[in-house]
């Protein structure tokens, strides 16, 4: 098992930035890769952006530029730095880890971005 606990939402101005938190904890060894989803009120969970154990990033293209996917592996933490916020990016967001075939999700940290 594996538990992911994200920090760090809260409320922000357009323009602004806040850095997300997830922890990893449990059996952690073989995740493979890690990610951050959100989901806005009415929609779907989309991806926001993935790094794979090696450092290889992917990110949706409405995210491309503003924010940035990192982990420390030494604190079993990964991070979503978010800047030049928008409030179409106002959403729960949640930590996704992939160990071997299975999928383990945090429960989600709200950001919400005021025009």
């Known amino acids: 098992q594996v538990q992911l606990v994200e920090s760090g939402g809260g409320l922000v101005q357009a323009g602004g930035s806040l850095r997300l938190s997830c922890a990893a904890s449990g059996s952690i060894r073989s995740i493979t890769r890690m990610g951050w989803y959100r989901q806005a009120p009415g929609k779907q969970r989309e991806l926001v952006a993935t790094?794979?154990?090696?450092?290889?990033?992917n990110y949706a293209e409405s995210v491309k530029g503003r924010f940035t996917i990192s982990r420390d592996n030494a604190k079993n933490t990964m991070y979503l730095q978010m800047n030049t916020l928008k409030s179409e990016d106002t959403a729960v967001y949640y930590c996704?880890?992939?160990?071997?075939?299975?999928?383990?999700w945090g429960q989600g940290t709200q950001v919400t971005v005021s025009s």
């Open positions: 790094i794979t154990s090696d450092g290889s990033t």
């Open positions: 996704k880890a992939l160990r071997l075939w299975f999928e383990y």
